[in-house]
């Protein structure tokens, strides 16, 4: 079998539809495709060029005896240049990890023929643009391996790893960290690190491809089309998210989503014996997944780049290969667990040097022939970014209603006025939970707001997050639907929206779940932040309130948990028009992730004196009867407590005490307001304060000050009736009103 | 083939070793058990009395025709009582949520066949002493079922489940919680309802069976022989941490652990294909177990009894049975997710009851003979708890050292003076990490307390939790090992270490992992806190002092996350005895959890003024040169940074300040002091306080007070070496003398 030519000359599966007309602008084509078989015949705006420049020209037409000759010539000097590539990938891992006295090369070493293959064979990218849309997305799982990313980078020509900054990788405020950072390296598509979160990125990123895919191409002319590919260690495979992510990769069918396995049979604390036997491959055939299986990478490439050929002509599974590779090849540590990180010897440098005939040449040399081969490779990525340039011109012409969507997609998803659909409320409106309201704002959000996808980890009709009248997401069935049904996978369903997010098509992914539940995707929620993805996290039963299903389901640390967590907004609304203000915020900031919390109980529609304004500054006044004088006291409460605190008030102020009542339904939206404005609404000089708030009381004391009461929630909550629950606790007007007089007698 | 009688006549597998001796004081056999084949044989102590108690005898000696008639009446009879006894589990559901008007009925009532011939024939237990040691564990990982293991709890005779118990089902304050709460309900082994713990707690439990019965059973006196038995719904099979543990099951081979997964097709959301459409059988093929399949329990009881009998006779692998039934079973809202939760109409009620055959019975009817039949199953435990007591006495007159340390497990598993093992340093030992004084501490314990057991999300020598001298887990191969190979799945892990504490036979479970990965265990971390477990967590790497991996392995926000966790103690020690103090707390308290947060970085051995029994109080005072008058500035730290806070104060103090230094090294415990010892270290009048912790500024202001500087991490780290990051967010002697000078001079 010629495998390059196999390889290279098969144009890559395309989720073309076979109608040639669909309507876009409802989010979902009226004229469903009924037939969604992919199309194999390469996209008629990329044909012919595409494969000119998708690589060296292979004569492969006829099938004679000479051009075989030739074919097989080509193939021979293709590999012997591919060896000296990954050579030279594998020395500057050597070197750079050397100086920088830091770093994993284990995991680097083993895998530099699969890196060499992706980034000069097999991904379609233009590294003077690392932003072009249509770009194949890398996603590195183990990201500890992350310096074969940067050398590979390096060698592919992107402007962000230059040789400089392999010489500091690990230093501060270098664009080559410990691990890979999107934030931080151009090229760089996700965050990754913590194991297993990558491979739940790469389905995030597969599935926002199949839909966009799925709504916006036309036979005449395909817009988007993208590969996926993802390199995952052992792990990776070990995490419980990579296994929730690959059930759903499979259920969904994202057949353009490739992930490399790299079985270098090591982990840190030894021989995988230790802890893993079960059989993956097996595994990932059960998810649904095609599998594959490479032998000897690093004697024979070609069979790498055969598998990568037969998971490209893949139309109904996501590919799962599994390269058998040596940890630390190369290096005397070949083989051994402690490969994975710390430096080499100077002795066994220069046996490696020695091995591939690297012995006079300099640290950090890069061979010519190497730079141009990659430079070919560079250049496919810019004409195909030409090619896909003059395809969206096309589209732009022949089908401006939906590059009218497009383009607002493209610029960030949020349609001019697009706030203005958000619903609001009035006193005289029907009560309901805050999750109730927050099913009014993200239905009325739907309808203007052409990327908004996400769902639940099963609890769609409890956290009330259906977006009715759109299709549920599934691929080839709906592609173009844009509910996630995520099964009761939490960890994965972070894992995925940040991919959703970070694929840089103006998608707003919202993923919904329990309050509780937000701890097992905490470290998915972490990356959201970390990474700039501006997931909206909608978490309901958000307290004890929750009642009868208990302690297990009744959160009461995890606000102060997820306040913790920088660059995360956690709002926690008290009726309907706090909801829309925190829509407001969350939606609007696409780079910052937020927490909604909100009720599974009934609370009023409209508290007087709530306001989405106030709600922007993360606190403010809602009521005050103290007129031109400070109050005598500030009852501070958020979410289902804040109607608590004014009924409390009102109690109060009809006994003629002076009541202010604060909502504080942001603190990190509080907090960076100048300091005039905190002052003005809780002064310092107004000592007596009281916080309420069904939650642990971690955090509180900063605004209710030394002599002000936090109550709060301390110990776990109880099963039973939400108001007995909430009575147990002392979260009834009463007792706040008990423990507000005993302040002020104080 | 005759099932019960299969079932019913084959002997527990006992993992009895083949040699006479073994010598347990060191906690492993010195004369190692190299054949560790399982024994068939049934246990000589138990075998006379064990097969007449175990069951209704059944004539099935002789293979005559006769005989075989005799069988099968008494299976036809059998069946019917049978049928009779589900009837009544069913027609209890239904009366309990009506009579709630809340809970989840659909699980329970298709179910209902399981957990009776659960409770009535295959499970060995002593109502009368839910705690006896040697009973089968019961786990129900889909605990929202909870109804299902009450009602069968009442009928089978658990003093904790009364008919008014039922009637208080999601009644504050009952014993009949919306979930099961080992802490609430006697017989409930562990706290289930976060979906797919309770798979990880039954692996635990299977752990723990297989490592004591490894270390005690004798040939001639088996005193650790017993099933753990778990029921899983679709969510525990999606959920990650489910794959995590049964990868871990499948690897250690715990033969004698049986999950039986509730195949009922629909989720909350609706039907499973919806989100789930992988083979899950195959999957659990892939992870080493033995599958079975039971395709019509609801009209053939039997073939859940064949596949529970082809489990008891399975000698390698756990064993999965998948069990296809109808949600919701008898009502109106059969196999409709609707049946999920929620009350029954009068109308519904009244069709069940006609349908089998109930019209006349009162509400919480039980049918004499179905008290009758579980008293069967009750005389049988109570029989096995009486044998199983003789043999215990045997197995003490025959192995006096060995049941001598069996009785400091049963006895909580502290033997007297375990504390002076623990390691004690001078300012003159070398500088280490707080790592490095934690593998002292926990290999000293390791000598003298004989339940230690546990390891690391594959971070054990980075965690440097490894315990020299011992075996690693593994059945057959080493099943008194106790390093535990977690593999990189630290929620199951997390989950394990519940499990293994809450067989409550006096192991001491340890967890490891970098405090960042706290998140992926987060729930079960909190699950330890509800439930009682006293899970020592290791969590080490704990700021951005780690140093070149980035801001995706530095920990900011956990420590106030976990600090917010109620009942459970978080230590962030600063020195060697100090983490000497914070290992004393922890191991000594065996129903709270405890998480040690450890340095990467090296710290001093002894810092001048810390303690043990310093620790003990959670906050003290390290050092402090006002003499009688009261300082002008209080610094606060805890971990890597109070020698930061010594340093700063040495120079504050030679310029004529008078400065105090103050330990926080445990917030829970400082909290939980008297008000007096409270005023004395932080005098309310000092109003100049600075605390210093590298990590998230929530929740001190509790501590510096209105007019304190909090010094904290407000931003994700940074890639870098350690010193350069400490120096990059302010974490220098320099800078905090420079905080503290401009709080002086304010």
């Not at 950072?181 to 995030?204: H, K, S």
């Not at 619903?423 to 908004?452: F, Q």
């Not at 002076?658 to 609404?681: G, I, M, N, T």
Request: proline share 5%; with cysteine.
């Amino acid at each position: 079998m010629t495998i390059s030519n196999l390889l290279f000359n098969t144009p890559p599966p395309s989720l073309v539809p076979q109608q040639t007309h669909t309507r876009l602008s409802k989010r979902f084509p009226t004229c469903q495709l009924k037939s969604t078989t992919t199309s194999l015949t390469t996209p008629t705006h990329l044909s012919k060029d595409y494969k000119l420049s998708w690589l060296p020209e292979l004569k492969t037409a006829s099938g004679s005896e000479s051009s075989g000759e030739i074919i097989q010539q080509d193939e021979l000097f293709q590999d012997l240049v591919d060896r000296r590539g990954v050579d030279n990938v594998r020395m500057l891992i050597v070197d750079s990890v050397n100086h920088a006295k830091a770093g994993h090369p284990g995991m680097a070493l083993g895998m530099a023929e699969v890196g060499y293959v992706l980034y000069r064979h097999a991904m379609r990218y233009n590294p003077r643009n690392p932003k072009w849309f249509n770009r194949d997305r890398f996603v590195l799982s183990a990201g500890h391996g992350c310096l074969l990313q940067y050398v590979c980078m390096h060698l592919a020509g992107f402007e962000s790893v230059q040789i400089e900054d392999l010489k500091h990788l690990c230093k501060l405020g270098s664009r080559t960290p410990g691990h890979p950072e999107n934030v931080v390296t151009a090229g760089v598509e996700v965050t990754t690190g913590p194991l297993g979160q990558g491979v739940a990125n790469a389905v995030g990123l597969a599935l926002a491809e199949a839909h966009l895919a799925a709504r916006f191409n036309k036979p005449d002319a395909v817009i988007i089309d993208h590969r996926t590919f993802c390199i995952m260690g052992d792990g990776c495979a070990m995490e419980g998210i990579s296994n929730e992510a690959a059930s759903l990769a499979g259920h969904w069918k994202l057949n353009k989503l490739i992930l490399i396995y790299d079985d270098n049979h090591n982990t840190i604390d030894g021989d995988t014996s230790l802890s893993f036997s079960e059989d993956i491959t097996a595994r990932f055939s059960a998810l649904g997944w095609n599998t594959i299986t490479v032998d000897n990478i690093h004697d024979d490439m070609g069979s790498f780049k055969g598998a990568l050929s037969s998971a490209f002509n893949e139309t109904e599974r996501p590919t799962f290969i599994k390269v058998k590779t040596i940890i630390g090849k190369l290096s005397e540590k070949e083989g051994k667990s402690k490969a994975h990180h710390g430096t080499f010897s100077d002795d066994d440098v220069k046996q490696m040097r020695a091995r591939v005939k690297w012995e006079d040449r300099e640290p950090f040399h890069v061979v010519p022939t190497v730079y141009k081969e990659m430079e070919i490779q560079a250049e496919c990525g810019a004409n195909l970014e030409k090619d896909w340039n003059t395809t969206l011109r096309y589209f732009q012409r022949k089908y401006p209603k939906d590059a009218e969507e497009f383009k607002i997609l493209l610029n960030g998803g949020l349609p001019l006025g697009w706030d203005n659909s958000l619903p609001r409320w009035s006193k005289s409106d029907p009560v309901d939970a805050t999750r109730g309201y927050s099913e009014k704002c993200l239905n009325r959000l739907a309808e203007v707001i052409p990327g908004l996808i996400g769902g639940s980890a099963d609890l769609a009709s409890s956290n009330k997050v259906h977006l009715h009248d759109f299709d549920d997401f599934h691929q080839p069935n709906s592609p173009w639907g844009c509910n996630v049904r995520y099964g009761v996978r939490e960890h994965a369903m972070a894992g995925i929206s940040n991919g959703i997010a970070l694929h840089g098509s103006g998608l707003i992914p919202f993923a919904a779940t329990f309050l509780t539940f937000s701890d097992y995707m905490k470290n998915a929620i972490r990356l959201s932040a970390l990474s700039h993805a501006g997931v909206i996290y909608i978490l309901t039963h958000d307290s004890i309130g929750l009642g009868e299903d208990g302690p297990t389901h009744q959160p009461v640390e995890h606000l102060a948990g997820l306040r913790a967590v920088p660059r995360l907004l956690v709002f926690r609304p008290a009726d309907g028009n706090e909801t829309a203000g925190a829509y407001m915020v969350a939606v609007g900031n696409r780079n910052t992730p937020s927490v909604i919390a909100l009720s599974r109980q009934k609370v009023a529609a409209h508290i007087e004196g709530t306001s989405v304004e106030g709600v922007m500054k993360g606190g403010y006044i809602v009521s005050d009867n103290s007129g031109d004088s400070l109050p005598e006291i500030i009852l501070i409460g958020t979410g289902s407590e804040l109607c608590l605190c004014e009924g409390s008030a009102e109690q109060l102020r009809s006994e003629g005490r002076r009541v202010r009542v604060v909502s504080l339904v942001c603190w990190q939206l509080f907090d960076a307001q100048p300091c005039e404005y905190k002052e003005h609404v809780l002064p310092r000089s107004v000592r007596k304060r009281v916080s309420v708030e069904a939650g642990s009381p971690l955090g509180w004391r900063e605004y209710v000050g030394e002599d002000g009461v936090v109550h709060g929630v301390r110990d776990f909550g109880a099963s039973g009736a939400y108001l007995d629950t909430f009575r147990k606790f002392g979260f009834t007007e009463e007792n706040i009103t008990r423990i507000a007089k005993s302040l002020l007698e104080k």
